[in-house]
């Protein structure tokens, strides 16, 4: 360790894991992945809790951090990221700052503006506005609304092959998928097993695999749901723009849209079209580096 270098702590906070990396000057002096299990971002006592004992855990005995920053998921409003950061410095002793996770990626591209695009499981796009404003459109869960997200495209699927069911249709390659992964005989059958999901996002996101298979095979219908998705998350960087949120830099992030190119060149598309002067570009670090820089700035 640079014993002259400020021990800087940063934090992301995902919906399945949580990356915790402490840097003092370049040295990394620690680097920890763990799940995400008990993080409670809508409790900010007990979110408190859990990011102190992770940051106990993590650090060399009797390491004091000089500054901490944390991305957190399900941090969706300034009050809440506000509460659990006074929380967190009180038990720290240390300045902290607390964000939504998708603000960790344009910090993480080694940007200062533009905005930050998730799609995974959900999906939810930030940025500042000019006077320094925070803004986040989108992330409004599965059942209301993650366009895009894999919950999102799971269900707009069972839409459409609902939809194509009521208008005579065969099955096709889409709902013939659905009803193998949900287990039913038929397609109207879709219904009540979405709707007896215990966990709506993470029951539905893990089918959204089904959507981009069914698309290869030919599925127009699949197609369609996947090209919609890209206009709905190209959707949420409109919004952001029509906000005063500077737009010339996308930085992409999420294991969807990472994951399945349909996906991302329906979003490239859809941004060319909305807005030609956008510049989307997929992460290419792991958004702790975002938290680690975040938390440098606070020094």
């Known amino acids: 360790m640079q014993d002259s270098m400020p021990l800087v702590v940063g934090?992301?906070?995902?919906?399945?894991?949580?990356?915790?990396?402490?840097?003092?000057?370049?040295?990394?002096?620690?680097?920890?992945?763990?799940?995400?299990?008990?993080?409670?971002?809508?409790?900010?006592?007990?979110?408190?809790?859990?990011?102190?004992?992770?940051?106990?855990?993590?650090?060399?005995?009797?390491?004091?951090?000089?500054?901490?920053?944390?991305?957190?998921?399900?941090?969706?409003?300034?009050?809440?990221c506000a509460e659990i950061r006074a929380a967190l410095e009180e038990r720290l002793g240390t300045p902290a700052l607390v964000v939504g996770d998708a603000e960790l990626l344009v910090p993480a591209a080694g940007l200062d503006k533009g905005v930050g695009l998730v799609a995974g499981t959900g999906s939810v796009a930030v940025g500042l506005r000019a006077d320094g404003g925070r803004l986040q459109v989108g992330g409004w869960g599965a059942v209301l609304g993650d366009e895009g997200g894999a919950a999102g495209l799971v269900r707009e699927a069972a839409r459409a092959a609902w939809a194509a069911h009521d208008r005579g249709e065969a099955p096709d390659q889409l709902a013939l998928g659905l009803v193998e992964a949900f287990a039913v005989a038929e397609v109207p059958a879709l219904g009540a097993a979405l709707e007896s999901a215990s966990d709506v996002s993470a029951d539905w996101g893990r089918h959204a695999r089904v959507v981009f298979t069914a698309a290869d095979a030919g599925s127009l219908l699949a197609r369609e749901v996947i090209a919609e998705a890209g206009q709905s998350l190209a959707a949420l960087v409109v919004r952001l723009a029509e906000r005063g949120v500077p737009v010339d830099d996308v930085v992409v992030s999420g294991g969807t849209v990472l994951a399945q190119p349909r996906l991302y060149d329906a979003l490239t598309a859809a941004l060319a079209e909305r807005l030609p002067g956008a510049r989307p570009q997929p992460i290419q670090v792991p958004p702790v580096e975002g938290a680690v820089a975040l938390a440098r700035s606070i020094l």
């Open 11 to 80: 934090i992301d906070v995902g919906g399945t894991k949580t990356h915790l990396r402490a840097c003092a000057g370049t040295d990394v002096v620690a680097d920890h992945i763990r799940a995400s299990s008990g993080w409670r971002p809508h409790d900010p006592v007990a979110a408190a809790d859990w990011l102190t004992a992770i940051v106990h855990d993590a650090l060399p005995a009797h390491a004091r951090p000089s500054a901490v920053a944390v991305g957190g998921h399900a941090c969706e409003t300034p009050r809440q």
